[in-house]
């Protein structure tokens, strides 16, 4: 029984790290989305179709929050710099949305 655990193991640490990065990906999506909305409102543009503020959001979060920080971390500081950067969005945009 010990056996099937100890190979179990690293399945279930892949598996959910590659889901709690899905799940982050996904909450800091809507964060900016709502943003966005919060945005278009601000600005006064009322009637807006009901998908434009999720996509401003994936196109916004996606951009500057992901492709953004990895480019840069890219040039400052090389190849950790593109893991570091979108981890760094993703805990300032945790902190700023109140997760």
Known sequence: MLVVRVIRAPFFVINFLVSAFLVAFFLAWVSVGDWCEVGLHWLGYQKHPYWLPGVVGFAAYFGLGVAGPAYL?????GWPGVLAGPLCMLVLIAVLGRW
């Open 73 to 77: 971390g890219c040039h400052l500081i």
